[in-house]
């Protein structure tokens, strides 16, 4: 029986099913943990689809995981002392799980691992999106498989939060209802339960941040009461 996917693991499925490039998958999957715009997500990703611009270099399901664990885990300027070693070391970490499966994270040994080498194409037009495109290629493996494992690296390290506060566990503006008498009710309590208080607080300020770049949002509900 397969393993059931992942939360990111699905999402990425999902939107590399739909014509997303594997980087815009993976990266995108996870805008509801790094906060970017999606948007802006999907278009930051867009260049490393086919290993960078498809030249078949550093496979795009991988950049697209790296590049959200930089955002959740990475290093501004100037760096720390020792946090430039710290990340680099994590991203070599989620590179050797993801080549335990193809035995590398070169996108041209990957394709022609699956394959062969003749089919290995760097012509800048990508291939049609067809039920044959998506059975042959490995590249809906990969998406899979690189947003599984940076959702597994951040499952094994949330150790580092703690566990002693009420969660409602999704706590963004469309789960928050006031009605005319200005009377709260939560709703979509799936998550509920106990955890780090700053889980309920960056759900929170994600989705003020997100609604409210949107002039639509802002006009229909950034309103005096």
Not at 8 to 33: I, K
Not at 164 to 186: A, Q, R
């Amino acid at each position: 029986m397969e393993e059931k996917m992942t939360l990111h693991e699905a999402r990425a499925a999902e939107l590399f099913l739909s014509g997303a490039v594997c980087a815009q998958a993976v990266f995108c999957a996870f805008s509801d943990l790094h906060g970017l715009d999606f948007e802006i997500a999907a278009k930051l990703s867009s260049s490393m689809g086919g290993g960078v611009g498809r030249l078949r270099e550093v496979c795009g399901a991988f950049s697209g995981a790296a590049m959200a664990a930089g955002l959740l885990y990475g290093f501004s300027v100037p760096p720390a002392q020792g946090e430039k070693s710290e990340h680099y070391k994590r991203i070599q970490l989620l590179a050797s799980r993801f080549s335990e499966r193809w035995g590398s994270v070169v996108c041209r040994d990957i394709l022609a691992a699956r394959m062969g080498e003749n089919a290995v194409s760097t012509d800048h037009v990508p291939d049609e999106r067809t039920k044959e495109y998506y059975q042959k290629r490995p590249c809906l493996e990969a998406v899979r498989l690189a947003a599984r494992i940076l959702d597994e690296y951040i499952e094994n390290n949330i150790h580092k939060l703690k566990n002693d506060t009420l969660l409602h566990g999704d706590y963004c503006l469309p789960n928050i209802v006031i009605d005319e008498n200005d009377e709260v009710t939560l709703i979509d309590l799936d998550h509920f339960g106990i955890g780090d208080k700053h889980i309920d607080l960056f759900w929170s300020i994600w989705s003020i941040v997100s609604y409210f770049s949107k002039l639509c949002f802002k006009n229909a509900f950034a309103t005096k009461r």
